[in-house]
């Protein structure tokens, strides 16, 4: 059941590993079914010793419908997110380390770099510090994710949503980079700001990035950005 899809949430955690957000079994991939299901990795297994039977598959409410692997012991909180947020087809956690610092230091991560503002859809905020396996961490991710793909979990680690996995791993990925620019830059002085026009801008433009998706609309192109409607 759902073969093609596991291979991909497989390969999908081998990419979090490649690109530095987890560390052998860290962090957990699942995504929603068109019929409803959930897919989710199993607890403490390392990604690239996974194989498609080890995703386990359940419905919404946490019923084991095929597998016979533990789940992610962060499965209450991924189906919560599932249950209250039925725009999202794919929740990603992650142990990312720079765009986890940032809860050291302050509430919200400000778009001031325009591909956090195209990844992620604007600010990244910040929630209060939840436990591993609570399902505290669902319920602040839907607290503060508003219509932004991105959370950062304070002290622990980082929520992303998407409509696909690859929306999600796009925000965890590019999250992690604008994370690190971010932290340079703050070592070394004061930060410079775009406003909240150019980072609306920066959401908007990124609609139109990929084949298929059309030509950027010529009144979002400009210094100023997009203006408040």
């Given at each position: 059941?759902f073969?093609?899809?596991?291979?991909?949430?497989?390969?999908?955690?081998m990419?979090?590993?490649?690109?530095?957000?987890?560390s052998?079994?860290?962090?957990?991939l699942?995504?929603?079914?068109?019929?409803?299901?959930?897919?989710?990795?199993?607890?403490g297994?390392?990604?690239e010793?996974?194989?498609?039977?080890?995703?386990?598959?359940?419905?919404?409410?946490?019923?084991?419908?095929?597998?016979?692997?533990?789940p992610?012991?962060?499965?209450?909180?991924?189906?919560?997110?599932?249950?209250e947020?039925?725009?999202?087809?794919?929740?990603?956690?992650?142990?990312?380390?720079?765009?986890?610092?940032?809860?050291?230091?302050q509430?919200?991560?400000?778009?001031?770099l325009?591909?956090?503002g195209?990844?992620?859809?604007?600010?990244?905020?910040?929630?209060?510090?939840?436990?591993?396996?609570?399902?505290?961490?669902?319920?602040?991710?839907?607290?503060?994710?508003?219509?932004?793909?991105?959370?950062?979990?304070?002290?622990?680690?980082?929520?992303?949503?998407?409509?696909s996995?690859?929306?999600?791993?796009?925000?965890?990925?590019?999250?992690?980079?604008?994370?690190?620019?971010?932290?340079?830059?703050?070592?070394?002085?004061?930060?410079?700001?775009?406003t909240?026009?150019?980072?609306?801008?920066?959401?908007?433009?990124?609609?139109?990035?990929?084949q298929?998706?059309?030509?950027?609309?010529?009144?979002?192109?400009?210094?100023e950005?997009?203006?408040a409607?």
């Amino acid at each position: 059941m759902f073969e093609k899809e596991k291979r991909e949430i497989i390969k999908g955690g081998m990419k979090l590993d490649r690109y530095g957000l987890v560390s052998l079994a860290g962090g957990n991939l699942s995504m929603r079914m068109p019929s409803g299901e959930i897919l989710v990795t199993p607890s403490g297994m390392i990604y690239e010793d996974m194989v498609e039977s080890d995703v386990v598959v359940m419905d919404v409410n946490g019923n084991i419908i095929e597998g016979d692997r533990k789940p992610s012991s962060d499965t209450e909180a991924i189906l919560y997110i599932f249950r209250e947020r039925a725009d999202i087809n794919a929740v990603i956690h992650t142990h990312q380390p720079y765009a986890t610092a940032i809860s050291l230091i302050q509430d919200e991560f400000r778009a001031d770099l325009t591909t956090l503002g195209n990844a992620c859809r604007g600010n990244v905020k910040c929630t209060p510090y939840s436990s591993a396996a609570s399902i505290e961490m669902g319920i602040d991710t839907v607290k503060y994710l508003g219509d932004q793909l991105a959370v950062i979990l304070s002290h622990h680690g980082v929520m992303t949503v998407g409509d696909s996995l690859k929306q999600a791993l796009n925000a965890a990925v590019y999250l992690e980079e604008c994370a690190k620019g971010y932290l340079a830059a703050r070592a070394c002085g004061e930060i410079r700001h775009l406003t909240d026009d150019q980072i609306r801008q920066t959401a908007e433009i990124y609609k139109y990035v990929g084949q298929g998706k059309g030509q950027i609309p010529k009144e979002l192109l400009g210094r100023e950005g997009v203006q408040a409607q």
